[in-house]
């Protein structure tokens, strides 16, 4: 297990109109471009809007092969999903394999369906790609930031996120540190069938809660110690500001959006 | 041959751009009973090495054998060989991972098997073979230990495994003068009952009082394997590689240059005692 592989949708850094792009803006175009998949009913539109990935990827100015690493984690449930449908579709036969058969309507849902699920996680992906957590927590903030008046934590909850995302990595390479410790002494996490090895690594649940806690003893500490007092009344070193740019986005974003939408009712 | 590396590589992170090449071709056996001190400046691949050598770390080339068989074709073995080459961190904070002293020392042999009114007088034994009291330490959490006593917890964790082979990677680091004698003196007694020793160490008057053959290592390969007395005369070597003489023989080398000593080179108090006795024609007792 290293942290690489793990990397889903992880920051590029990069120097692009997608990076510079006002996070919150992102995250709102992000969550319509997602919604507005879902209204697709057509194979043809689907493959048209999976166009819009290597265009974004362009315009990000991430690798494509940094872009599809994102789907690694979810190969198996695409080609799972992909093969449900191919065979368990009533329709015209295409093809036999033992008790299985493939239908032409099959393939048709298989593609279409596989071909949604991996888009839905593409696109959301450029946003984790282009956009710092650091950046993501204070949009989250922001956005939310008017409830607020209703007493609710709202910085408190970013800060939150913002604590969690930074000690992912973290709490991994701890994982992996406790692993080593257990195998020296015995602990076997690489034989036998998936279930032992799953329940292998229920020991290792417990050391690991117990060093979370003390690292955040640690961090709370070290917080007070610089002098951190909470949401009230404290400034920012980066100000979310709204942009010419970030407008002419929304718009042209929202626009090519309702098209997609708009086919639906239009074919 | 206990354990028997053959033209080992390691590389960190391969095929990313911050790959780095930790160990390059490296051969070496140990055998039953021996005591190794692996030496070398910092970075040299110490640790890596002996991860690869505790199979905890699978090399990225070459072959790791135990007894014979190459440990990475037999997985479902590995449990069984990584006690027999039982390994001790070099930061023993990362070794603890159990609530209590005794959960921790007692986590092989309750995963093992060992039936449970054989587990206390095990652990107690681990920890007394370290110089830790039971009694007074069972119910400690390791966290709360000092450095000294944590690094004497986690080599109880390993010896209580009772291996062939025993690696210390700087396990007497952050002990007080008396503590690392003591140490020293507990991993001697471990060694005459046949357990084969290898310790990594940067103090070389503790591998001139222990060790029976240094392998030292520097930009991940071996430039030196044998006793220490042909170790120690490696002069260019050791300076290339920034590390010092014993202080016994730095202060055999002033003599010797005086006129005042001659014969071996001696690496230990001991030694030295009995050298400087015969040159002033005393009879060493
Ligand atoms: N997790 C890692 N990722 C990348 N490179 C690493 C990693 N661990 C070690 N290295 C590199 O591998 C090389 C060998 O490291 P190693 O820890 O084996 O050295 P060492 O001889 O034990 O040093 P020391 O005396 O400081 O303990 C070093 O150049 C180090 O920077
Ligand atoms: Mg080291």
Known sequence: ?267 | MLVELGAVGYTYLPRSEAAAQALADVSLTVGSGEFIALIGPTGSGKSTLVQIMAGLVKPTSGRVKFEGNDIWLEKARLPERRRLVGLVFQEPEKQLFEMTVEDDVAFWPRNAGVSAEAVPEMTRAALEAVGLDYPSYRERSPFTLSGGEMRRVAIAGIVVMNPRVLILDESTVGLDARGRMDLAGRIRALNQKDTAIVMVSHDMDEVAESADRVIMLAQGGIVFDGPPREAFKQTDLLAGIDLELPQVARIAARLRRQGLLGGRLPLTLAEIESDILTAFGKVPE
């Open chain 1, 1 to 267: 297990m290293n942290g690489r592989s793990l990397a889903l949708g992880q920051y590029y850094p990069a120097r692009s109109a997608l990076h510079t792009l006002d996070p919150r803006v992102k995250l709102l175009l992000m969550l319509a471009l997602v919604t507005a998949i879902f209204f697709i009913n057509n194979l043809a539109v689907m493959v048209a809007a999976g166009l819009l990935v290597p265009v974004l990827a362009t315009v990000a100015k991430v690798p494509y092969s940094w872009v599809i690493r994102g789907l690694r984690p979810l190969l198996f449930i695409l080609i799972l999903t992909f093969f449900i449908h191919v065979f368990f579709t009533p329709g015209a036969r295409l093809a036999a394999i033992g008790p299985l058969t493939a239908t032409r309507a099959g393939l048709r849902n298989g593609a279409f369906y596989s071909l949604r699920l991996g888009l839905v996680v593409l696109f959301s992906s450029f946003v984790t790609l282009t956009t710092t957590p650091v950046q993501l927590t204070d949009a989250i903030e922001s956005i939310f930031g008017p409830l607020k008046k209703f007493r609710l934590p709202v910085h408190e909850v970013a800060l939150m996120m913002t604590i969690a995302l930074r000690f992912i990595p973290t709490l991994l390479s701890e994982a992996e540190t406790i692993m080593q410790a257990q195998k020296a002494r015995g602990a076997d996490f690489e034989s036998g069938h998936i279930f032992k090895r799953a329940k292998s690594f229920v020991p290792l649940l417990i050391p690991l809660f117990i060093s979370a806690f003390r690292r955040a003893d640690e961090l709370a500490l070290a917080m007070e110690a610089r002098g951190y007092a909470g949401g009230e009344g404290r400034t920012r070193l980066h100000v979310l500001k709204v942009r010419a740019a970030d407008v002419v986005w929304l718009i042209g974003g929202l626009a090519v959006i309702a098209l997609v939408v708009g086919v639906r009712w239009a074919v």
